[in-house]
């Protein structure tokens, strides 16, 4: 584990920064839209929900084992929210991350996730020098899956009906990418 205190990543277009509490109304907007969630953990996301995960991330830390530390993605042409990123090091192994990611809906499809995702990877790699990233997928999750494919990643298992999700079996697929793999 490295002693790395978080603050904030950009890219052309994006900032990957901490959350703040002037998030809140933006972060419940995208989080409580059906669409939005068909392929995450909730179903109904309030500002009560957004404000504790809010102030529980505030003492977060990236690379603190067991742990997800969530990213805010800011457009930085206007500085409005329009998604998140997810970072869970491994209790076992902090040498290994899973990450995952969100967006609102009225910016996807438009390379903002890839370039953030990109973003977070070089840091986790060069910056972190973790040696695995992994991703767990929605098998129906084509968006998703079609981002990881660009980036590199390796589809490494296939967990057939392995997940009971919004009241039926879901299957998932595992992706994962080596530090040896990512361009230096």
């Known amino acids: 584990m490295n002693d790395f205190i978080f603050n904030e990543l950009d890219t052309d277009r994006i900032r990957l920064r901490r959350f703040s509490k002037s998030d809140l109304k933006e972060f419940v907007a995208y989080r409580a839209d059906p669409e ?3 392929y995450q953990s909730w179903s109904h996301f309030t500002s009560a929900d957004g404000l ?9 830390d990236i690379d603190k084992p067991g742990t997800w530390f969530q990213i805010a993605l800011e457009l930085r042409s206007t500085r409005e929210l329009i998604g998140d990123c997810a970072v869970h090091t491994l209790a076992n192994d ?8 969100t967006q609102a809906r009225a910016h996807q ?4 996730a890839e370039e953030a995702v990109r973003r977070l ?4 790699f ?3 020098k973790k040696h695995r990233v992994i991703a767990i997928v929605d ?7 079609r981002l990881l494919d660009r980036l590199g990643f390796r589809r490494e298992a296939h967990f057939v009906q392995n997940i009971w999700f919004k009241g039926r079996w879901g299957s998932e697929y595992q992706f994962a ?6 361009p230096s």
């Open 139 to 145: 098998i129906e999750n084509s968006s998703a899956i």
């Open 177 to 182: 990418l080596l530090h040896e793999e990512w």
């Open 109 to 112: 499809g438009q390379g903002y």
């Open 94 to 101: 902090p040498r290994q991350v899973e990450i995952g990611f």
């Open 121 to 124: 990877l070089d840091f986790l």
């Open 52 to 60: 504790a995960f809010i102030q529980e991330q505030a003492n977060q």
């Open 126 to 128: 060069r910056d972190l």
């Open 36 to 38: 939005v969630a068909k």
